[in-house]
């Protein structure tokens, strides 16, 4: 997106962040809607994220308008992961993307989703949605994790919207050690349609990243998913 300021010797570009929203509709400044997390709260069986407990939360119905670069992989077909068992991630690096954050723990509240609204940091960094999955040898769950992009200057997020990106290693860094992955599919949703797809299905051992999409920020996201390396 272009800077709105037509003369740049007078007025000097203005950094904007532009919000990760799509865990749901479309939303402005820091706002970030989130899906329903049906059995999230107030159902003890189900377990937390933070010990591979599975959320129930995710939707299995396809978006109404979606740009995807390959197919998403059902749940069933995700491979399992080897190595370290499930555990918090700490850090994710795409090296064909120059992509490497460190990654922080961000949980979402019952008021939160009550209201399907939450705000994440201002930063650079990437935040794990500890309400979901982990990663690792054992993950009951999707594992998210979300950043903002940045108009007017440069983040990692900024670089996840690439469609060239499908088939390149991921590596996943964790609390018990590290994880290699495979991107599957580089989609972009429109931010209304984005709380209603598919990639909020329960797919244990899946990746997804969240951000906006650099060429609409305000109207897309972009989901990168991955699944372990064989």
């Excluded at 797809?197 to 797919?203: C, K, N, R």
């Excluded at 051992?205 to 990168?224: F, M």
Aim: positive net charge; proline residues 8%.
């Amino acid at each position: 997106m272009q800077s709105r300021t037509t003369d740049n010797r007078r007025r000097p570009i203005r950094r904007r962040w532009f919000a990760v929203s799509g865990l749901g509709v479309a939303g402005l400044a820091a706002a970030l809607f989130l899906a329903p997390a049906d059995g999230l709260f107030g159902n003890p069986a189900a377990g937390s994220a933070r010990d591979g407990g599975s959320t129930g939360a995710g939707h299995s119905s396809a978006p109404s308008a979606a740009t995807p670069s390959a197919g998403l992989p059902s749940p069933a077909t995700v491979r399992k992961a080897a190595g370290p068992a499930a555990a918090a991630p700490t850090r994710v690096s795409i090296k064909a993307a120059d992509f490497d954050v460190r990654v922080l723990p961000l949980t979402v509240s019952e008021d939160q989703f009550a209201s399907g609204l939450l705000v994440p940091p201002l930063t650079l960094e990437a935040y794990w949605l500890t309400n979901y999955g982990v990663p690792g040898r054992g993950s009951v769950n999707t594992t998210y994790i979300a950043g903002h992009s940045l108009d007017g200057g440069d983040a990692p997020f900024n670089r996840l919207s690439d469609t060239g990106l499908v088939g390149k290693p991921v590596t996943v860094t964790t609390a018990k050690g590290v994880l290699g992955y495979v991107v599957d599919s580089v989609t972009t949703y429109d931010k209304n349609t984005l709380k209603d797809s598919d990639i909020w299905s329960v797919a244990p051992n899946r990746v997804v990243l969240i951000s906006c999409y650099t060429q609409d920020p305000w109207g897309k996201n972009v989901v990168l998913t991955a699944s372990p390396r064989r």
